[in-house]
C-alpha cells in the first residue's frame, strides 16, 4: 500500500502550492521521505500475507482431513464393511442379497406358490364411456341417486352424476383406509380393483354394503362380484424345511434377503464379495495417499527466502504473470517444518505401520495382506499388491476385519477413547489420529469460511498485523501532514525574505 496515494490521507484533499518561493518540488521529495517512513508498513503487509498463506493452506489440508475422516475412516472402522456377501441363484425363481449375518454356504430354496394380492373385476362391460362420431369419448354418468358403499367395512359415498372416473377417483381417495385400489380400462370397459398387499389377510369384501341401491350399483352398474376375494401366501420350503408360508414374496432366511419370483427349485450359494471388500480397501488406500502425500510435500516444501510476498505497491508496477511466478516462489515452504503437521503426519505413518492382533491371536499388519509402504523418498505412500489382498480377503476375512476394525475389549483406563489405544485396528487408530488433527489444525489455523469468528493462533496473529498496520497508517498520515507544514513554512520564509530582497534593491537603486 502506496501511503502517499491513500484515499482516506487527511492531507489528500487540502490545496498545496509547492516551490514557488524555492523552486523546491516539495510533492517529489515528500513522496521519498514516506517511502522510506512506509518500510515498515510493507514488512508488515509482507507479514500479515505470509500467515494467511499459512492459514489457507492449513485450511485446504484440514479440508482433505475431514474428507477422510468422514468420507472413508468413518466406513472402514464398521464391521459391515468386511462382511459384505454375493448370493447366485436361478433369478427366474428367486434374486437374493446377503446381509451381514449370513453365513457362506449353499441352500435350497423351493418355491410352490407366489404371494399374490387379492382382485376381482366387472364380470361384463359396463358402458363406462360412449364413443362419438368423430372419434372423441364422452363418459357416462353411471349413478342416478347418492349412494355409499363399503368395502372392506369403510364406507364410501358415491355422488349422483358420477362417471367411471369420478368413481375410481373416489375408491382411490380411501385406498390408505381400503387397502384396495381401482382403475378402469377403456379397451375392456371393465373396473378392476387389487388390494395393495399379498397374502391371505389381503382381501376384497363388499359385504358390509346392505342398502339395495348401493347393492344395485354394485352389481348391476359397475358389474362386480359380490363375493369376498383374498390373497394367497407364498408356500415354499427351505433347506429341507417343509410347510414355510409368507404374506409376502419378499422374505429373509438365515440372514438372506429373497425377493421370490416365480416357482421351482433353485441353490442359493453365499459367498464372500471379495470384490466389494478389495475396493472399499483400495478406496481407503487412495484416499490415505492424497492426504498422506500433500501433508509430506508441504512439510518439505523449498524455502526461498530471497522471495518475499509482494507489497500492492510493488504488484502495481509488474505483470499479472510475472506477478504469479514470484508468488508462487514467495509462498513456497510456507508450511515446511511445521510443527502441528509434523506431528500428524508421524502419527498418521505410525497407526499404518502398527500391529493388530486378530481375534485368532494372529499378529497382523498392512504387509500381511498386501498393502505396503513404498521408497523413503515417497513419504509413506502405500501400494497394494491386488492378488495378495484379494486372497487374504476370500481366505482369511475375519483377519482382515480385526486388522482395520478391532477395539480393545478392556482398556486399562474405562473412560478409554475407540481409537486412543495401539492394540485398537487401524481404521479406528487413525479416525482418532485424524480426528484430533482437525482439531489441531482448527486451533492453529481456525475453520475457514464457516467459522463466524476466528480465535485461531493465525488469525490473532493477523488481527495484531491489522491493528498494528492500521496504527501505523495513522502515523504516517499525520507524518505526512508534517512535512508538507515544514515545507509550507519554508515557502512563507522564502517569499518573506524574497519581498525584503526586492525592497532593499529598490531602496538601493533609488
Do not use: C
Not at 462382511?83 to 441363484?89: G, P
Not at 387397502?179 to 359385504?207: E, H, M, P, Q
Not at 511466478?325 to 502419527?347: C, F, H, M, P
Not at 492394540?423 to 489420529?433: T, V
Amino acid at each position: 500500500m502506496d501511503p502517499i496515494s491513500l484515499q482516506n490521507s487527511t492531507t489528500s484533499n487540502l490545496l498545496r502550492i509547492s516551490g514557488l518561493a524555492s523552486g523546491i518540488d516539495t510533492d517529489s521529495i515528500v513522496k521519498q521521505l514516506m517511502t522510506a517512513a512506509s518500510q515498515p508498513l510493507y514488512e508488515l503487509e509482507q507479514q500479515k500475507q505470509w500467515l494467511q498463506w499459512q492459514q489457507e493452506d492449513l485450511q485446504d489440508i484440514n479440508t482433505k482431513l475431514l474428507s477422510l475422516r468422514d468420507n472413508t475412516l468413518f466406513k472402514m472402522k464398521l464391521q459391515g464393511t468386511y462382511l459384505a456377501k454375493t448370493v447366485s441363484s436361478n433369478t427366474s425363481i428367486a434374486t437374493a442379497t446377503a446381509g451381514v449375518n449370513a453365513v457362506n454356504g449353499t441352500y435350497t430354496l423351493e418355491v410352490k406358490t407366489l404371494a399374490s394380492a387379492a382382485t376381482s373385476a366387472s364380470t361384463t362391460t359396463i358402458g363406462g364411456y360412449t364413443k362419438n362420431s368423430d372419434g372423441s369419448v364422452t363418459y357416462s354418468s353411471l349413478v342416478d341417486s347418492d349412494v355409499t358403499i363399503k368395502l372392506n367395512n369403510v364406507s364410501i359415498p358415491i355422488k349422483a352424476g358420477s362417471t367411471i372416473n369420478d368413481i375410481v377417483s373416489k375408491i382411490n381417495s380411501y385406498k390408505n383406509d381400503t387397502g384396495v385400489s381401482a382403475t378402469y380400462d377403456t379397451t375392456t370397459d371393465r373396473l378392476f380393483l387389487i388390494t395393495n398387499s399379498t397374502g391371505s389377510n389381503a382381501k376384497i369384501d363388499f359385504s358390509g354394503t346392505t342398502d339395495s341401491n348401493a347393492l344395485n350399483f354394485l352389481t348391476n352398474i359397475l358389474k362386480l362380484n359380490m363375493s369376498t376375494v383374498t390373497g394367497d401366501d407364498a408356500k415354499f420350503s427351505f433347506n429341507g424345511v417343509e410347510g414355510l408360508t409368507s404374506s409376502t414374496n419378499n422374505l429373509t432366511l438365515a440372514g438372506i434377503n429373497i425377493n421370490l419370483t416365480g416357482t421351482g427349485i433353485t441353490t442359493l450359494s453365499v459367498q464372500t464379495d471379495t470384490d466389494t471388500i478389495y475396493n472399499s480397501i483400495k478406496s481407503f488406500v487412495d484416499a490415505y495417499n492424497d492426504v498422506i502425500t500433500q501433508i509430506n510435500s508441504k512439510l518439505t516444501e523449498e524455502r526461498y527466502y530471497d522471495y518475499k510476498p509482494l507489497t500492492d505497491a510493488q504488484k502495481e508496477q509488474m505483470k499479472d504473470s510475472d506477478i504469479t511466478l514470484w508468488e508462487q516462489k514467495a509462498r513456497s515452504g510456507d508450511l515446511n517444518g511445521n510443527s502441528t503437521l509434523t506431528s500428524i503426519y508421524y502419527s498418521m505413518r505410525n497407526a499404518i505401520s502398527g500391529t493388530v492382533t486378530a481375534s485368532d491371536g494372529t499378529k497382523m499388519t498392512l504387509s500381511s495382506i498386501g498393502i505396503t509402504t513404498g521408497q523413503w523418498y515417497e513419504g509413506g505412500k502405500l501400494y497394494i499388491d491386488d492378488t495378495k489382498l484379494k486372497d487374504a480377503i476370500q481366505k482369511n476375512p475375519q483377519e482382515v476385519m480385526d486388522l482395520f476394525t478391532k477395539l480393545t475389549e478392556s482398556p486399562t483406563d474405562v473412560n478409554a477413547i475407540p481409537g486412543s489405544s495401539q492394540n485398537d485396528g487401524i481404521a479406528a487408530r487413525l479416525y482418532y489420529i485424524v480426528n484430533n488433527g482437525i482439531n489441531s489444525i482448527t486451533q492453529e489455523a481456525g475453520g475457514g469460511q464457516y467459522q463466524l469468528y476466528d480465535n485461531s493462533f493465525l488469525g490473532q496473529q493477523i488481527n495484531d498485523l491489522n491493528q498494528r498496520m492500521s496504527d501505523m497508517q495513522d502515523h504516517l498520515n499525520t507524518l505526512e501532514q508534517q512535512y508538507y507544514n515544514q515545507f509550507t513554512q519554508l515557502e512563507t520564509y522564502m517569499a518573506q525574505m524574497n519581498s525584503q530582497s526586492q525592497w532593499l534593491s529598490q531602496q538601493l537603486g533609488g
